[in-house]
Every structure is written in C-alpha cells, then in structure tokens.
C-alpha cells in the first residue's frame, strides 16, 4: 500500500533563503508525482507534475526532482517570498496505469517571514 | 480554457441533515475525482469516475455518502444523514485519461456540520 509522507509538517524561514520541502513514498511504483500549493480557504493549484521517466521539473523558482529508487521527491523553491506562504503537498499516482488514483502527503505549511 | 467549478463554495447544515455538492469538471477529461480534507490533513480520494464508471470508492462511507456521474460529464456528491465528523472540505479534481495525467482540483466546497 502506497503511503506519502510529508516532512516536516511546518517551516518558517526569513525572506529570500532557498529552501527544500521532502516528500517520500513508500513504494518506488508510481506513475508519476505532482507538487501542488494549498492557499488558506482554497483549492489545490499544480504547481510541478514529474513523470516516472523524469528526473526533475522546473517552473520559474521551482524545481522538483524524483528518485524513484529512494522513494523521495524534493521541492526546491529559490529566492522565497512572503508570497510563497501557503501549504504545500506532494501527490503521487501509484503504479503503472493513468488512471490510478492519487494520494496525497498531509503537507507542508510554509511560512516566509518579512 | 475554464477550470474545475465547484459549488457551492460554503456550507453549513445541522447534522442529521443532508446535503448535495456539485462539480463541472474541465471540458474532455474523462476522470473525475472527489476528495475529503478534513482541517490540517492530506486530502483523501472518495471517489473516482472514469467517464461514467466508478473506477475507485474503497474510503467512500457508502452508508451515508453518494456521488453519480450520469453523463460522463457533471458529477453530484450527497451526503445523508450528516455527521459532525463530515465537517471538511470536499475537493473535485479532473485529469485526462491519458498520458500528462496532470490533475486539476477546483475551489472547493466548505462544510460545516454543527
């Protein structure tokens, strides 16, 4: 059973330190891996999505990297912003089919300080 | 291109009562899913469609919660009677079926059961 963990579970850091969220899974057969961000009161908004063939993707001051191997996902975001405060949560599709469900880590709480 | 619409965005019921939300998922994906949030969690599949099949509903409370996606299109989730603990937010999300299985979530709908 896929099972994705998320540490840890709040960060606060001060504005403009690069920063790393973890995400692992504990079984390396996924489909592939999606990073959204999670605004207070509001829906999920993709921000990567990482196929199983794929090392890493990068959007802007993003980057998310896979080790299928090791079971980890990283989200790396440059340069933060007060802006970037939101949660942030790692999703895998397991297996080998399209049409696997998706699970979810509890996520990441980030908070950048002025 | 429109995303996922969801509605109604808030609501509030007394238990015991039941209560309908509705999702219009983006024109051509043909699954559809249906995820619970309870405050602080990962969000966590219901339900999902492919086209108008129920592809996965292991974690749907089959004795008090309902969804139906008569036309490959809309979908209605129900809850009757409700409970305290069904307080959350109830996620839908859609993708292609597919390659890029990139997942798309809407706003959201906020119950509170008091």
């Known amino acids: 059973k896929q099972e994705v963990t998320q540490i840890p579970a709040a960060l606060s850091v001060p504005e403009g330190e690069n920063l790393v969220l973890n995400c692992s899974f504990t079984d390396s057969a996924i489909y592939n891996l999606q990073w959204f961000r999670q605004d207070p009161g509001k829906g999920l908004t993709s921000l990567l999505l990482i196929q199983s063939s794929q090392r890493e993707q990068t959007s802007g001051r993003l980057n998310a990297s896979l080790d299928k191997s090791s079971g980890r996902s990283t989200l790396y975001i440059a340069a933060s912003q007060p802006g970037d405060s939101a949660t942030y949560l790692c999703a895998v599709r397991p297996g080998y089919s399209s049409a696997s469900k998706i699970i979810f880590g509890s996520g990441t709480r980030l908070s950048i300080r002025p | 291109e429109a995303g996922v619409a969801q509605s109604p965005r808030y609501k509030i019921i007394e238990k015991r009562q039941s209560v309908a939300f509705w999702c219009n998922p983006i024109s051509g994906h043909a699954t559809l899913y249906w995820y619970q949030q309870i405050l602080g969690q990962g969000p966590k599949l219901l339900i999902q469609?492919?086209?108008?099949?129920?592809?996965?509903d292991s974690q749907l409370p089959k004795d008090r919660f309902s969804a139906e996606r008569l036309k490959g299109v809309d979908s209605t989730l129900k809850i009757q009677p409700a409970k305290l603990e069904d307080s959350a937010v109830y996620l839908c999300?859609?993708?292609?079926?597919?390659?890029?299985?990139?997942?798309?979530f809407g706003q959201g709908t906020r119950l509170t059961v008091v």
């Open positions: 469609f492919q086209n108008n099949g129920v592809v996965d």
């Open positions: 999300a859609s993708s292609v079926l597919q390659g890029n299985t990139e997942a798309f």
